[in-house]
């Protein structure tokens, strides 16, 4: 069956500089969510989108922006990026808002 | 404000044994509760869910929960464990004020010793 896909798997970056993370849903859901999930800690939301509008917001710091495309990918934009942005990234989907969240493989970025 | 707590940092049971994985939560109305398993350096998976119904709920693996709401909890059990079965495990409630998000627990570490 198919899955989230989550691209790329790693990324290494330095301070400051710019990444952008990929996510493409299980095919007809309609929801995606970001999560973070830092070394042993539960995963933290961060931004969600419902039908290609944004739905609810979490803890997203401003450097960071998202979107999701008319094909229901969604995009997480990370700039200026610091040592603590360091996590795993998530990308969730979902068959309408109340159903449950199926998880990508997550993106392990990682700021030196 | 909606919570989730899972008591144990970690919880230790032997091969064959029954396990018990502890969530406690703290919502304003009714709850849709949710258990999910991190494998080492994978995704989450969704493990089983409760939204209104049955109290038992059974899920993937041979894992079920028992939803009981005069005691605000959903604890996960297994009759019998597996090795494999070692993982993370997280306990998550939606979020009543905002429709989409999960609000999670710490996550419990279950080792399954042979």
């Known amino acids: 069956a198919a899955g989230v896909i989550q691209s790329p798997r790693h990324l290494i970056k330095e301070k400051r500089e710019t990444a952008t993370l990929k996510c493409y849903p299980i095919p007809r859901h309609d929801t995606v969510y970001w999560y973070q999930q830092g070394p042993g800690q539960d995963p933290q939301f961060l931004i969600s989108?419902?039908?290609?509008?944004?739905?609810d917001k979490g803890s997203i710091p401003d450097r960071f922006s998202a979107q999701q495309f008319s094909d229901y990918h969604s995009e997480l934009n990370m700039s200026s990026l610091e040592l603590g942005d360091s996590a795993l990234y998530f990308c969730?989907?979902?068959?309408?808002?109340?159903?449950?969240?199926?998880f990508g493989p997550g993106t392990r970025l990682t700021v030196l | 404000a909606q919570s989730v707590a899972q008591p144990e940092d970690q919880v230790n049971v032997a091969e064959g044994n029954p396990l018990t994985v502890k969530c406690t939560y703290s919502v304003s109305g009714n709850p849709y509760l949710f258990w999910y398993v991190q494998y080492p350096n994978r995704g989450l998976q969704f493990l089983l869910k409760?939204?209104?119904?049955d109290n038992l709920v059974k899920g993937s693996y041979g894992f079920e929960a028992e939803f009981n709401k005069s005691q605000t909890s959903f604890h996960l059990k297994k009759p019998s464990a597996l090795v494999s079965d070692s993982a993370l495990y997280f306990c998550?409630?939606?979020?009543?004020?905002?429709?989409?998000?999960?609000?999670w627990g710490a996550g419990t570490k279950l080792i399954i010793k042979p």
């Open positions: 998550a409630v939606r979020d009543l004020d905002s429709n989409y998000q999960l609000i």
């Open positions: 409760y939204i209104t119904g």
């Open positions: 969730a989907s979902a068959l309408a808002r109340y159903n449950e969240q199926f």
């Open positions: 989108f419902y039908e290609k509008m944004q739905s």
